[in-house]
């Protein structure tokens, strides 16, 4: 069983940077794939950025490719996003989510989530 518990999220105007946090309990978190989705209002859930579990694969989403970066501290059992250049576009609600397996795009292999963390982007 693992618990995800993310922070960070908060306003901040275009162009500003934000770094988010997940902190995982469980003494397996190295195991895991970790990820960062979001949703935003009216929309779908997205895929936004993922880590292999020993942290030697980054993948990301077209749309923040160059201005966001995952990482993993497996000692401190964290993930991390760390969100430059921010734009309106954006503002959504960031979720985090474990994957015994390879985590996809879909979220569909994510077999836990956090609940959220609310990321507000201004013009």
């Known amino acids: 069983q693992v618990q995800l518990v993310e922070s960070g999220g908060g306003l901040v105007q275009a162009g500003g940077s934000l770094r988010l946090s997940c902190a995982a309990s469980?003494?397996?978190?190295?195991?895991?794939?970790m990820g960062w989705f979001r949703q935003a209002p009216g929309k779908e859930r997205e895929f936004v950025a993922r880590i292999s579990w020993i942290g030697g694969s980054k993948y990301y989403a077209d749309s923040v490719k160059g201005r966001f970066t995952i990482s993993r501290d497996n000692a401190k059992n964290a993930l991390y996003l760390q969100m430059n250049s921010l734009k309106p576009e954006d503002t959504a609600v960031y979720y985090c989510a474990a994957s015994l397996k390879q985590l996809i795009r879909t979220g569909l292999t994510a077999d836990y989530w956090g609940q959220g963390t609310q990321v507000t982007v201004s013009d």
């Open positions: 469980g003494r397996t978190f190295s195991s895991y794939d």
